[in-house]
């Protein structure tokens, strides 16, 4: 332990931690309000280990007890053994592999016994830690190519071998790593051209593909139009003009479909183009591996946004009262203790307790950023950024997803949905940046 820093209190961020205990109480409690059973104890179904709301309040005590852990723990830690972290992330996700069950669609979780654990939730804690070494080595240069695919690897290995786990909604969460690049000096080119790509994507699913492969040959030739002077003098301008017409024309018409059928889900795709008042044209261009159980599922998912947008509404503005919601209550919402635990606090709480927990994500996100700001360590910057990135992603999918604004790809609530993999992943990540911002006038590397 620092010896600067004795006692479990000193230099720790109390407004955090006060928010992290609001939130998991707020979970606690919504999985209550959706699991319990009436003529049940409520003091001995709390603590009996056989209820939802009684695993999590025991996955929080050993949270609790690994964030005091943290406290504990001197950041050089942290430093030292951020890329031993990533190793074992990736190792546990390879061994997912040959140990994996199929658990609702997805290949990415292993049991041990009734437990289960999910290394693609865990190993956002391993991408953070080993982006932050990285970025912050005195010899990385972050405006040269090399180290910005370098971190770009760090950050998507992980993603790559969730899609190939079936877990492709956690796999998009390490994209959200791209904003600790950005912060830290990478091109406003790259995120542009990221933009464009998703731009052409869209465009690909509400354009019909010969119009849009039209529209951009036309922009192609009147962008070429207007610099034929510098097409003149460089023969490379056009070079690049027709490699850029390539590209987008190669990812309308290869790229979008190949993704929609062999890398998305079917149900996930059917979302998507729901989004747009669009029919999947790709219906039946799916591997045939993904037809069994796709069209349930596609069911289940319209079903469950369906219904988690009737909760919400039904609890107005002030809700109907803890235990006396009927959408949550009844189970009209499956997934409500996990996925769909927002719709769980709308019935319950209405406008004003969605409101207000969106006020408090809205606080510890400003908290994070606020703390990565004063650090003087980049390691300690570059992680307190990816904390907020990652918290953010999931919050603004998650509430998305709930009213139905985005596609049921399985992100849970920070510190409210039930589950114990990503409680601790989550507790982990906000207490190594408690302990951080504790030690924050040490230069850390």
């Not at 005590?61 to 406290?71: K, N, P, S, Y």
């Not at 830690?77 to 972290?85: C, M």
């Not at 796709?294 to 988690?308: I, L, P, R």
């Not at 049921?408 to 982990?428: K, N, Q």
Request: with cysteine; hydrophobic share 50%.
């Amino acid at each position: 332990m620092n010896r600067n820093n004795v006692g479990l209190s000193k230099g720790i961020d109390v407004i955090m931690v006060w928010l992290y205990l609001l939130l998991v109480s707020i979970g606690i409690m919504a999985i209550f309000a959706v699991t319990y059973r009436e003529g049940d104890s409520i003091v001995a179904s709390f603590f009996s280990f056989q209820t939802d709301y009684s695993k999590q309040f025991y996955f929080f005590i050993i949270a609790a007890f690994i964030g005091i852990f943290i406290l504990l723990t001197d950041s050089k830690f942290f430093t030292a053994t951020a890329n031993i972290w990533y190793a074992v992330g990736i190792f546990f996700m390879l061994l997912v592999f040959p140990f994996h069950s199929n658990v609702k669609g997805t290949e990415s979780i292993i049991r041990f016994g009734g437990f289960q654990f999910q290394p693609a939730e865990f190993c956002k804690v391993s991408v953070c830690l080993a982006l932050s070494k990285y970025l912050s080595r005195p010899d990385t240069d972050f405006t040269k190519g090399r180290s910005q695919l370098i971190a770009m690897a760090i950050a998507l290995t992980p993603a790559m071998l969730s899609i190939m786990q079936s877990e492709t909604g956690l796999a998009l969460v390490y994209f959200s790593f791209f904003l600790v690049m950005y912060r830290e000096g990478l091109s406003p080119t790259i995120l542009v051209i990221g933009f464009s790509m998703a731009v052409l994507v869209v465009a690909t699913i509400v354009v019909e593909p010969n119009t849009l492969a039209i529209i951009l040959t036309a922009i192609a030739g009147i962008y070429a139009y207007f610099n034929r002077r510098q097409i003149k003098r460089r023969k490379s301008s056009l070079v690049t003009i027709i490699f850029v017409w390539l590209l987008c024309v190669g990812v309308q018409r290869f790229a979008v479909p190949f993704i929609f059928t062999h890398v998305l889900q079917k149900h996930q795709v059917e979302r998507i183009f729901s989004l747009f008042g669009k029919d999947n044209p790709y219906a039946k261009g799916f591997m045939a591996v993904q037809e069994g159980g796709d069209a349930k599922k596609e069911g289940v998912n319209d079903y469950n946004v369906k219904q988690s947008k009737i909760a919400i509404g039904s609890g107005g503005v002030v809700g109907k009262g803890l235990l006396n919601g009927t959408q949550t209550r009844y189970d009209f919402v499956p997934e409500q203790r996990t996925d769909f635990i927002f719709c769980t606090i709308g019935e319950g709480f209405g406008f004003v307790g969605t409101t207000l927990l969106l006020v408090i994500y809205l606080i510890l996100l400003f908290r994070i950023v606020t703390l990565a700001e004063r650090q003087r360590s980049v390691f300690s910057r570059c992680y307190a950024y990816g904390v907020a990135a990652v918290f953010f992603f999931h919050i603004t999918i998650n509430v998305a997803m709930t009213v139905g604004l985005a596609p049921v790809i399985g992100i849970p609530l920070p510190l409210v949905s039930y589950g114990g993999t990503a409680l601790l992943t989550f507790t982990i990540l906000l207490f190594i940046l408690i302990r951080l911002d504790a030690d924050r006038q040490m230069v850390l590397r």
